[in-house]
T-cell receptor
Framework: GAVVSQHPSWVICKSGTSVKIECRSLDFQATTMFWYRQFPKQSLMLMATSNEGSKATYEQGVEKDKFLINHASLTLSTLTVTSAHPEDSSFYIC??????????FGSGTRLTVV | SQQGEEDPQALSIQEGENATMNCSYKTSINNLQWYRQNSGRGLVHLILIRSNEREKHSGRLRVTLDTSKKSSSLLITASRAADTASYFCATDGGGAQKLVFGQGTRLTINP
Protein backbone atom coordinates (compact mmCIF):
# COMPACT_ATOMS: atom_id res chain seq x y z
CA GLY A 1 0.00 0.00 0.00
CA ALA A 2 0.88 3.66 -0.21
CA VAL A 3 3.24 4.93 2.46
CA VAL A 4 4.04 8.49 3.44
CA SER A 5 7.07 9.08 5.59
CA GLN A 6 7.22 12.19 7.73
CA HIS A 7 10.32 13.36 9.58
CA PRO A 8 11.15 14.18 12.24
CA SER A 9 8.48 12.59 14.43
CA TRP A 10 9.21 15.10 17.14
CA VAL A 11 11.39 18.18 17.48
CA ILE A 12 12.16 20.70 20.19
CA CYS A 13 13.55 24.04 19.13
CA LYS A 14 14.34 27.38 20.69
CA SER A 15 12.10 30.35 20.12
CA GLY A 16 13.20 32.33 17.10
CA THR A 17 14.75 29.45 15.20
CA SER A 18 13.39 27.70 12.13
CA VAL A 19 12.35 24.09 11.81
CA LYS A 20 11.95 22.02 8.65
CA ILE A 21 9.59 19.05 8.42
CA GLU A 22 9.80 16.61 5.52
CA CYS A 23 7.03 14.60 3.96
CA ARG A 24 7.89 11.89 1.44
CA SER A 25 5.71 9.55 -0.56
CA LEU A 26 7.73 6.36 -0.65
CA ASP A 27 6.12 4.26 -3.32
CA PHE A 28 3.96 6.57 -5.35
CA GLN A 29 4.08 9.97 -6.97
CA ALA A 30 2.10 12.58 -5.08
CA THR A 31 0.74 15.25 -7.35
CA THR A 32 -0.65 17.09 -4.38
CA MET A 33 0.44 17.27 -0.76
CA PHE A 34 -1.39 18.80 2.16
CA TRP A 35 -0.19 20.15 5.48
CA TYR A 36 -2.36 20.10 8.59
CA ARG A 37 -1.91 21.43 12.09
CA GLN A 38 -3.54 19.96 15.14
CA PHE A 39 -3.64 21.52 18.59
CA PRO A 40 -4.27 19.31 21.64
CA LYS A 41 -7.77 17.85 21.77
CA GLN A 42 -8.71 19.60 18.56
CA SER A 43 -9.26 18.54 14.98
CA LEU A 44 -6.91 18.76 12.04
CA MET A 45 -6.87 22.19 10.45
CA LEU A 46 -5.75 22.35 6.83
CA MET A 47 -2.92 24.84 6.48
CA ALA A 48 -2.02 24.63 2.83
CA THR A 49 -2.15 22.60 -0.34
CA SER A 50 0.94 22.21 -2.46
CA ASN A 51 1.32 20.96 -6.00
CA GLU A 52 4.64 19.87 -7.39
CA GLY A 53 6.49 22.73 -9.05
CA SER A 54 4.07 25.46 -8.11
CA LYS A 55 3.39 27.74 -5.19
CA ALA A 56 1.38 26.43 -2.29
CA THR A 57 -2.19 27.55 -1.71
CA TYR A 58 -2.67 28.64 1.86
CA GLU A 59 -5.89 28.51 3.83
CA GLN A 60 -7.32 31.70 5.20
CA GLY A 61 -5.48 32.88 8.29
CA VAL A 62 -2.29 30.91 7.66
CA GLU A 63 0.79 33.09 7.26
CA LYS A 64 2.60 32.02 4.12
CA ASP A 65 5.78 33.83 5.13
CA LYS A 66 5.89 31.99 8.42
CA PHE A 67 5.01 28.53 7.11
CA LEU A 68 7.12 28.02 4.01
CA ILE A 69 6.11 25.09 1.86
CA ASN A 70 8.27 23.66 -0.88
CA HIS A 71 7.11 20.85 -3.15
CA ALA A 72 10.18 20.40 -5.31
CA SER A 73 9.45 16.89 -6.54
CA LEU A 74 6.59 14.44 -6.88
CA THR A 75 7.75 12.60 -3.78
CA LEU A 76 8.85 15.34 -1.39
CA SER A 77 7.25 18.33 0.25
CA THR A 78 8.74 20.32 3.10
CA LEU A 79 7.20 22.64 5.65
CA THR A 80 9.50 25.16 7.31
CA VAL A 81 8.27 26.95 10.38
CA THR A 82 10.26 30.16 10.41
CA SER A 83 11.06 32.15 13.54
CA ALA A 84 9.13 29.68 15.62
CA HIS A 85 7.42 30.81 18.80
CA PRO A 86 5.79 28.82 21.61
CA GLU A 87 2.34 29.35 20.07
CA ASP A 88 3.55 27.41 17.02
CA SER A 89 3.94 24.33 19.18
CA SER A 90 1.58 21.81 17.68
CA PHE A 91 1.22 18.49 15.89
CA TYR A 92 1.86 18.86 12.16
CA ILE A 93 0.64 16.16 9.75
CA CYS A 94 1.17 15.88 6.03
CA UNK A 95 -0.94 14.03 3.51
CA UNK A 96 -0.10 12.99 -0.02
CA UNK A 97 -2.58 12.42 -2.78
CA UNK A 98 -1.63 10.19 -5.69
CA UNK A 99 -3.64 9.20 -8.72
CA UNK A 100 -4.49 5.72 -7.50
CA UNK A 101 -3.95 6.04 -3.79
CA UNK A 102 -6.26 8.69 -2.43
CA UNK A 103 -5.15 10.50 0.68
CA UNK A 104 -2.29 8.92 2.59
CA PHE A 105 -1.16 10.50 5.84
CA GLY A 106 2.25 10.74 7.45
CA SER A 107 2.67 9.84 11.10
CA GLY A 108 2.95 13.46 12.18
CA THR A 109 5.55 15.72 13.77
CA ARG A 110 5.21 17.07 17.26
CA LEU A 111 6.85 20.48 17.43
CA THR A 112 7.64 22.03 20.78
CA VAL A 113 9.05 25.54 20.83
CA VAL A 114 10.72 26.54 24.08
CA SER B 1 -11.35 25.58 7.76
CA GLN B 2 -13.64 22.99 9.31
CA GLN B 3 -16.30 21.29 7.29
CA GLY B 4 -18.82 20.85 10.06
CA GLU B 5 -19.75 19.44 13.38
CA GLU B 6 -19.42 16.04 14.92
CA ASP B 7 -21.42 14.90 17.85
CA PRO B 8 -21.03 13.96 20.47
CA GLN B 9 -17.71 15.69 21.16
CA ALA B 10 -16.98 13.03 23.74
CA LEU B 11 -18.52 9.61 24.32
CA SER B 12 -17.82 7.17 27.13
CA ILE B 13 -19.34 3.69 27.07
CA GLN B 14 -18.80 0.24 28.53
CA GLU B 15 -16.91 -2.42 26.64
CA GLY B 16 -19.25 -4.49 24.51
CA GLU B 17 -21.72 -1.68 23.91
CA ASN B 18 -22.21 -0.02 20.55
CA ALA B 19 -20.86 3.46 19.86
CA THR B 20 -22.48 5.86 17.42
CA MET B 21 -20.89 9.06 16.22
CA ASN B 22 -22.42 11.61 13.90
CA CYS B 23 -20.94 14.04 11.44
CA SER B 24 -22.51 16.92 9.56
CA TYR B 25 -20.99 18.84 6.69
CA LYS B 26 -21.80 21.96 4.74
CA THR B 27 -20.82 21.61 1.10
CA SER B 28 -21.46 19.05 -1.62
CA ILE B 29 -19.06 16.13 -1.49
CA ASN B 30 -17.50 13.44 -3.65
CA ASN B 31 -17.01 11.15 -0.70
CA LEU B 32 -16.81 11.08 3.06
CA GLN B 33 -14.19 9.24 5.05
CA TRP B 34 -13.80 8.25 8.68
CA TYR B 35 -10.46 8.18 10.46
CA ARG B 36 -9.26 7.09 13.87
CA GLN B 37 -6.48 8.77 15.79
CA ASN B 38 -4.93 7.42 18.93
CA SER B 39 -3.62 10.05 21.30
CA GLY B 40 -0.70 11.94 19.83
CA ARG B 41 -0.40 9.70 16.82
CA GLY B 42 -1.15 9.72 13.12
CA LEU B 43 -4.40 8.91 11.41
CA VAL B 44 -5.73 5.51 10.55
CA HIS B 45 -8.14 5.35 7.63
CA LEU B 46 -11.25 3.39 8.55
CA ILE B 47 -13.73 3.59 5.73
CA LEU B 48 -14.74 5.65 2.70
CA ILE B 49 -18.28 6.11 1.51
CA ARG B 50 -19.04 7.73 -1.83
CA SER B 51 -21.72 10.32 -2.32
CA ASN B 52 -23.91 7.85 -4.24
CA GLU B 53 -23.76 5.26 -1.46
CA ARG B 54 -26.04 5.19 1.54
CA GLU B 55 -24.47 2.55 3.77
CA LYS B 56 -21.22 0.69 4.01
CA HIS B 57 -19.86 -2.00 6.31
CA SER B 58 -16.36 -3.01 7.28
CA GLY B 59 -15.98 -5.53 10.07
CA ARG B 60 -17.50 -3.99 13.19
CA LEU B 61 -17.93 -0.64 11.47
CA ARG B 62 -21.08 0.59 9.80
CA VAL B 63 -21.23 3.96 8.08
CA THR B 64 -24.28 5.68 6.74
CA LEU B 65 -24.51 8.74 4.54
CA ASP B 66 -27.50 11.00 4.00
CA THR B 67 -26.59 13.58 1.39
CA SER B 68 -29.99 15.29 1.67
CA LYS B 69 -29.24 16.06 5.31
CA LYS B 70 -25.50 16.41 4.73
CA SER B 71 -24.79 14.00 7.53
CA SER B 72 -23.06 10.72 8.21
CA SER B 73 -22.87 8.33 11.12
CA LEU B 74 -20.27 5.82 12.24
CA LEU B 75 -21.38 2.86 14.29
CA ILE B 76 -18.88 0.66 16.08
CA THR B 77 -20.48 -2.52 17.32
CA ALA B 78 -19.32 -4.64 20.24
CA SER B 79 -16.80 -2.02 21.32
CA ARG B 80 -13.42 -2.97 22.75
CA ALA B 81 -10.99 -1.11 24.98
CA ALA B 82 -8.68 -0.80 21.96
CA ASP B 83 -11.33 1.28 20.20
CA THR B 84 -10.57 4.13 22.60
CA ALA B 85 -9.45 6.96 20.31
CA SER B 86 -10.61 10.10 18.57
CA TYR B 87 -12.71 9.63 15.46
CA PHE B 88 -12.91 12.16 12.66
CA CYS B 89 -14.99 12.43 9.55
CA ALA B 90 -13.44 14.11 6.53
CA THR B 91 -15.00 15.23 3.30
CA ASP B 92 -13.58 15.52 -0.16
CA GLY B 93 -15.44 17.58 -2.70
CA GLY B 94 -17.35 20.77 -3.12
CA GLY B 95 -15.10 21.70 -6.01
CA ALA B 96 -11.93 21.73 -3.94
CA GLN B 97 -9.36 18.98 -4.17
CA LYS B 98 -8.68 18.75 -0.47
CA LEU B 99 -9.76 16.79 2.56
CA VAL B 100 -11.46 18.79 5.29
CA PHE B 101 -12.00 17.34 8.75
CA GLY B 102 -14.84 17.54 11.21
CA GLN B 103 -14.33 18.42 14.85
CA GLY B 104 -14.02 14.83 16.00
CA THR B 105 -15.45 12.63 18.72
CA ARG B 106 -13.30 11.40 21.61
CA LEU B 107 -14.45 7.87 22.35
CA THR B 108 -13.56 6.13 25.60
CA ILE B 109 -14.33 2.46 26.09
CA ASN B 110 -14.39 1.48 29.75
CA PRO B 111 -13.39 -2.12 30.56
Amino acid sequence: GAVVSQHPSWVICKSGTSVKIECRSLDFQATTMFWYRQFPKQSLMLMATSNEGSKATYEQGVEKDKFLINHASLTLSTLTVTSAHPEDSSFYICSANGANYGYTFGSGTRLTVV
Amino acid sequence: SQQGEEDPQALSIQEGENATMNCSYKTSINNLQWYRQNSGRGLVHLILIRSNEREKHSGRLRVTLDTSKKSSSLLITASRAADTASYFCATDGGGAQKLVFGQGTRLTINP
